[in-house]
């Protein structure tokens, strides 16, 4: 037989056996130790603080839904595993969301996660090399879907700019301004990464497609 599957039905057996409110027995199983793992955003120290209330809480009979009720709190936390390692320590494996862009709209501003969600933007600096986006999340939605699709560089995208004319501007980090037209603009972005290839290409700085079936480089 499996050696935790006997381990689990052993402690069952004890534990059934067993009035909690009498028994020291009880405090041997109580949760000492919190172990956090696969965090890449967040801090160890902020979700053990956030799993606090679980010090001292019964391993054994500890109910995952007291877990996910206090970490779903937390914007960044997209789901969890927990393993029990008896007779004293939670392990917790969190896994986050990825901030991809902050989305600039009207005075807030939101990182936008490869889930399609929005979380609040507290200003931290460890976000500072994400694109900005100054237009909605439902429009940027799309065209960064559209963008993933024909394999556009993202990491060479610096801001992103949506007009209420329905069409996106793009800067590059090297200074380069994109003007795209309304419909189409997949083919206008395919012809800009052609167009990476010329000898001549850095001294352009707008590569403008909003005219169909033309580009006006200055």
Known sequence: ???KLLVALSLLLILSTYNFKNDN?????????????????????????????????????????????ELKKNSFIESFEI???????????????????????KKNKYLYSDNNELIIYDGSKEFDNLPLVFGKKKDFEIFFKNLKKI??????????YFFEAKR??????????????ITNYSESLINFLKLKNQHNFEKYKIFDYRIKNQVILK
């Open 168 to 181: 996106w501007d793009l800067e590059t980090k090297k200074g380069q301004i994109i003007k795209l037209p």
């Open 1 to 3: 037989m499996n050696r």
């Open 151 to 160: 394999d556009f560089p993202l990491n060479q995208i610096k801001t992103y």
């Open 83 to 105: 393993k029990k390692i008896y007779p004293t320590t939670l392990k917790v494996k969190v896994f986050e969301k990825k901030p991809i862009a902050i989305i600039q709209d």
């Open 25 to 69: 027995l009880k405090n041997t199983l109580n949760i000492k130790d919190i172990l956090v793992d696969n965090n890449k955003i967040l801090t160890k120290n902020e979700v053990e603080t956030e799993l606090s209330f679980l010090l001292d809480k019964n391993l054994f009979t500890l109910n995952s839904l007291n877990i996910q009720n």
